[in-house]
């Protein structure tokens, strides 16, 4: 199957300082880490409820960076509008987001599925019409027994959690990067692999 020549990389997370480096926004800083390290340029454009910013990929590609401006539950307002009008297929639309249910700095590529409880995502997947949607999940841990999901979401990295926070926000652009060059499958196997190793060698 042919890759598509635009790839639209998506960061889930609500705009504002109340918000900025919150692990809610993890996304954000996987596409403003990938704008950075390019020298990409962020934009409002095509009257887009988002920041946008376009990136130049390998044998002609391109990676659409993409911050929704719409707060986290109303993602798909800014999606699906936005893929609509640059006419890019739900698959060609990779999601990048924290995960509540993996562990702090571990990723997860997946080619579709479920929402898992994540409203932005559900919101997205509802404007684009499938769940056949490509992401990246970051894991961001349960955090302190007892303590409300919605309070551990929205707080900020502790400074012992900060390398872990760094170093997955990395792994999630190479990853995002790999999907727009050389495809899902690819980077599926390559970086869910270089998980399950970690994995295992943190249990031995």
């Known amino acids: ?19 900025a480096r919150t692990r809610h926004n993890v996304g954000f800083a996987v596409v403003d880490r990938l704008a ?13 409820a988002a920041r946008v910013c376009e990136l130049p990929c390998a ?4 990676l659409l960076l993409v911050k929704p401006v719409t707060f986290m539950n109303r993602s798909g307002d800014a ?11 739900p698959g060609a639309v990779v999601l990048v987001y924290d995960d509540f249910d993996l562990p702090l700095g571990r990723i997860r590529v997946r080619a579709g599925g479920s929402a898992g409880g994540h409203r932005g995502v559900q919101s997205v997947l509802d404007r684009l019409g499938t769940r056949d949607v490509p992401r990246i999940r970051v894991g961001i841990g349960r955090g302190a027994r007892g303590r409300e999901a919605v309070d551990h979401v929205l707080s900020r990295f502790e ?10 926000v990395q ?3 190479e990853a995002a990067l790999c999907m727009a060059e050389e495809g899902v499958e690819t980077a599926m196997n390559r970086f869910n ?7 295992e060698q943190e249990e031995t």
């Open 1 to 19: 199957m042919e890759r598509p020549r635009v790839t639209m990389l998506v960061g889930l997370g609500n705009p504002g300082r109340a918000y």
């Open 36 to 48: 950075a390290e390019r020298g990409g340029a962020w934009r409002r454009r095509w009257g887009a």
């Open 59 to 62: 044998e002609g590609r391109e």
């Open 79 to 89: 999606v699906g509008p936005l893929a609509r009008k640059r006419g890019i297929d």
């Open 159 to 168: 400074p012992a959690e900060r390398a872990a926070a760094e170093a997955a």
């Open 171 to 173: 792994t999630a652009a």
């Open 193 to 199: 692999r270089a998980a399950r190793e970690q994995q």
